[in-house]
């Protein structure tokens, strides 16, 4: 029997986001830094809320704004939609907040709220899972997605020696981080034929995000292609 590996491709992340509106903090003549006016606000929407990882980087971003001096909104869909993510970032220009700070569900779906967020003097940077360029003034890209997705399968042919199918769950099918990763490991595989002679790419499949989901797609290829 064939040997096969399925590679959950999960979102992950290093939140090293510092924002910055039109309330900066400024230096002193002494040259100490002054932190921005309470009166400024900063917003996170993350993916999702139930995610764990996403638990975590609220909390950081709350950390980090309590260190800044400035007030702190976090929220996001109980799913990962991209559609209640342009609800949230709407509400959120309507709250007249001075960043916007987004993990995205879709990269071109959120961009024309955002756009209007700019428009409006609202910072936006996007982080883990970028929106498209239109619709940020900044990135924070945690890993080189060529280097994850090629490292993937090089890792996966290592594990089974070679030879065995291949499977990959992501967690959706829109989620910009998780794609990019899967487009270099099918250059990966695609580019190296004598390399990876011996193993059969079959399909990719969504968990869209939800533990009890992605087991169940786990189970489904185990017995598909097990």
């Known amino acids: 029997m064939k040997k096969l590996i399925s590679l959950i491709c999960v979102a992950s992340l290093l939140l090293g986001f510092v924002g910055c509106d039109k309330q900066p903090g400024n230096t002193a003549s002494n040259g100490e830094y002054q932190p921005p006016r309470k ?57 007249e907040v001075s960043v916007i700070a987004i993990a995205a569900n879709d990269a071109e779906a959120l961009s024309p709220s955002l756009q209007v967020a700019i428009e409006r003097g609202i910072k936006v940077v ?19 997605p060529k280097k994850v997705g090629r490292v993937l399968i090089q890792a996966a042919a290592e594990i089974i020696e070679g030879s065995g199918k291949l499977a990959v769950l992501s967690s959706t099918e829109n989620a910009p981080n998780q794609n990019d990763w899967i487009k270099w490991m099918k250059a990966e595989y695609d580019e190296n034929p004598d390399k990876y002679a011996g193993i059969e790419w079959t399909e990719i499949v969504y968990g869209n995000d939800d533990s009890e989901l992605s087991q169940a797609k786990t189970r489904e290829l185990l017995e598909k292609y097990g």
């Open 39 to 95: 009166t400024s606000t900063y917003a996170i929407v993350v993916k999702d809320r139930n995610n764990q990882y996403m638990q975590s980087m609220i909390q950081g971003f709350q950390a980090a704004c309590d260190e800044l001096g400035v007030n702190a909104i976090s929220n996001g869909p109980d799913t990962p939609s991209a559609a209640e993510q342009v609800e949230i970032i709407n509400d959120l220009i309507e709250k």
């Open 126 to 144: 996007s982080l883990d899972s970028a929106v498209a360029a239109s619709g940020r003034q900044l990135h924070i890209q945690q890993a080189r």
